[in-house]
């Protein structure tokens, strides 16, 4: 997504200008006509490295799919579709999802329909939650198509928590022995090589010279202690870099790949937290009533991964040409056999989205397995890798002072 500036004035000659996010400028043009406007001028907005952007607020998933799961009951009660969305505007707590609904309710005011309201508003409503609505807007079951929405959310929300909640414990210890060595290297370092350097002004004809395992110890201390600025700027240059270069469309499909590749079972666990995350949407669109094609195009872009989303375009190819769905997923190693032969089952009795569903509940099982093996597997790999470099610490703190005493004895 883009961000671009328009200029336009409605029929009546009265100026509007503002900025909308959106694919294109086509895309923008299309917008401001359904809204009665008269397109001026549209250009795309240069992004600037500001910190702001790089930490924008999303919407997050747990209120969208709660807001979902009420709009739908709601309409389903048969309240009007205004007093709907002014009764979730007045009790959702999220201030980027209130503004949301608030335009929404706007814009269904004037005259748009529910999914051309949540096309202008694609930071908070992603093309498969609009792809869904619109189909089940034009088959009369709008409420239906919420209910799918509000439950795909639930279950990707309850893969990321589960993932999250495995990973605290191993980040949280890891962040604080990270302190405990920056404060050992940035005070009590400092101490010793004090001590080292008053004993050997204290005897003369002794080096001064330091074992190389304790050189690079000071140098590091020296960094923390007066260098800290440059080291904190380092940081923040090489983070706010990695984030641009993952935002890049190589950065990103390389990002991805360098993921699947990583050890320690990370890159398993995102393999199948991808595949998951693909076989769960892939039958909410299909069952939605959402076109195979267009299934297909939005369940690559939503996946979560490039590897993935190349796979889908292959398979859209096959499909645009009258073929199956299931040979060009046999042709990619990032899909196991199983789930091609459980696609090609499907496709042969019309169950693709009972199939798929299936493939969804075992790898999110197999999530669940791989993500408990991991935090037992890095436990000790922390403990190793801290006792390691407070090892490293210690002896080359003792080794000058070891060097010393034998000199002097």
Not at 87 to 102: I, M, R
Not at 112 to 117: F, I, R, Y
Request: hydrophobic letters at 45%.
């Amino acid at each position: 997504m883009a961000t671009y500036a328009f200029r336009a004035v409605d029929v009546a000659g009265v100026p509007s200008r503002g900025e909308m996010e959106a694919s294109s400028k086509a895309q923008i043009t299309e917008q401001l006509r359904e809204r009665g406007l008269i397109v001026l001028d549209v250009s795309q907005k240069k992004e600037q490295l500001k910190l702001e952007s790089l930490l924008r607020k999303k919407v997050k998933m747990r209120p969208l799919a709660v807001f979902s799961r009420q709009y739908a009951t709601l309409i389903a009660s048969g309240m009007p579709m205004l007093r709907s969305l002014y009764t979730l505007e007045d009790q959702t707590e999220d201030d980027k999802l209130k503004e949301a609904v608030k335009g929404l309710r706007q814009d269904i005011e004037a005259g748009s329909s529910v999914s051309q309201a949540m096309e202008r508003r694609p930071d908070v409503f992603d093309p498969l939650y609009r792809s869904m609505v619109a189909s089940g807007e034009s088959s009369g079951r709008l409420e239906e198509a919420l209910d799918r929405v509000a439950h795909h959310l639930e279950k990707i929300d309850a893969l990321r928590r589960q993932i999250r909640s495995a990973m605290t414990y191993p980040v949280v210890v890891f962040g604080f022995a990270m302190l405990v060595m920056i404060a050992v290297v940035a005070f009590i370092v400092p101490v010793f090589i004090g001590i080292f350097e008053e004993i050997t002004e204290d005897q003369p004809g002794v080096s001064s010279e330091l074992p190389f395992m304790t050189q690079i110890t000071k140098a590091v201390s020296d960094a923390f202690t007066h260098n800290w600025y440059f080291v904190i700027a380092g940081v923040l240059v090489v983070s706010i870099a990695f984030v641009k270069w993952k935002r890049t469309e190589t950065g990103r499909h390389q990002w991805d790949r360098i993921k699947l590749r990583m050890p320690f079972y990370i890159g398993d666990v995102t393999h199948k937290v991808a595949l998951a995350r693909w076989s769960r949407t892939f039958p909410g669109t299909i069952a939605s009533g959402v076109p195979i094609l267009q299934s297909i195009k939005i369940t690559g872009q939503t996946s979560g991964n490039t590897v993935v989303e190349e796979a889908m375009d292959d398979v859209y190819d096959s499909v645009k040409r009258g073929g199956s769905i299931a040979k060009p997923l046999e042709e990619h190693s990032t899909f196991p056999p199983m789930v091609s032969h459980m696609v090609a089952v499907g496709e042969e009795t019309g169950q693709l989205d009972t199939m798929l569903g299936k493939i969804a509940d075992f790898y999110e099982a197999e999530v669940d397995a791989k993500v408990k093996a991991l935090t037992s597997l890095l436990e000790p790999v922390m403990i190793v890798w801290v006792g390691a470099v407070v090892g490293f610490i210690v002896i080359s703190m003792y080794l000058p002072i070891f060097s010393l005493y034998d000199k002097i004895r």
